[in-house]
């Protein structure tokens, strides 16, 4: 009966205000994707990040979401004449430097409050700029304006947050979950780290997938002559299970 309800209340929108008054998720074409150069590009089934969508970076603590975001900034600041980062305050940006970025494209909004920072996305987004990073809470009232926004300009939105409440969840078009799996460690100097990024929700195509990855942090103290900084992708071992006979009597 709902459904029925439903087909019936869209017919009448589309009689009274015309056939383009609703359109269809389905029915709409797929975003272009920005060729971000990273494995989160064969994730999102358009060969990159979508462009006019929140993309999410989640997971816990040292799980390599804000390397990437880094590094996917540095890449920005090169392809987009404008990337902006907004942020609560202490974001220092030489954490670029390693990922070697064009500081004069690179613009840090400090949002002292949330309700700051989620005016400052949605004009920048209405605004058209090429590449924006979110590393503040933005309240729920401005995720819609910061979508259709970043909609109507084509704004790569990445959103790099623990644990997305469930407006924010709802509102992103693609969502990667990163687990840290291990260390590395060379020589005794903790230089990386290992991790999983899981695609958990894909609006923009079909299907989910997993990918892992290898994180060498930039070192402060270039102790390793031989440590490049950097992200690649390790191929998925996986196992086969061998069929064994039952101990059931």
Request: proline share 7%; with cysteine.
């Amino acid at each position: 009966m709902q459904e029925i309800a439903l087909e019936s209340a869209i017919s009448s929108i589309r009689v009274r205000f015309g056939s383009q008054a609703l359109t269809r998720a389905t029915e709409l074409p797929p975003p272009q994707p920005w060729t971000s150069g990273s494995p989160l590009d064969q994730l999102t089934g358009i060969g990159g990040l979508p462009k006019g969508r929140l993309a999410l970076f989640t997971g816990s603590g040292t799980c390599g979401k804000l390397t990437l975001a880094l590094a996917l900034t540095a890449r920005a600041t090169h392809e987009f004449a404008h990337a902006v980062v907004i942020e609560r305050g202490g974001f220092d940006p030489h954490m670029l430097l390693p990922f070697s970025p064009e500081l004069g494209a690179l613009t840090i909004v400090r949002a002292p409050a949330p309700e700051v920072a989620g005016e400052a996305a949605a004009m920048l987004a209405r605004a058209g700029a090429g590449f924006l990073l979110l590393m503040s809470d933005v309240p729920e009232h401005w995720l819609g304006p910061i979508e259709s926004g970043a909609n109507r300009s084509g704004t790569v939105v990445i959103d790099v947050v623990d644990a997305p409440d469930r407006a924010l969840a709802h509102a992103s078009s693609f969502s990667v979950a990163f687990a840290r799996t291990g260390w590395i460690r060379e020589r005794g100097q903790l230089v990386g780290l290992r991790a999983t990024a899981r695609c958990v929700k894909n609006r923009v195509a079909p299907p989910l997938a997993e990918t892992e990855l290898t994180i060498r942090y930039p070192l402060a103290a270039q102790a390793l002559r031989d440590h490049v900084a950097g992200i690649t992708e390790e191929p998925i071992h996986v196992e086969e299970l061998v069929r064994r006979e039952s101990a059931a009597v």
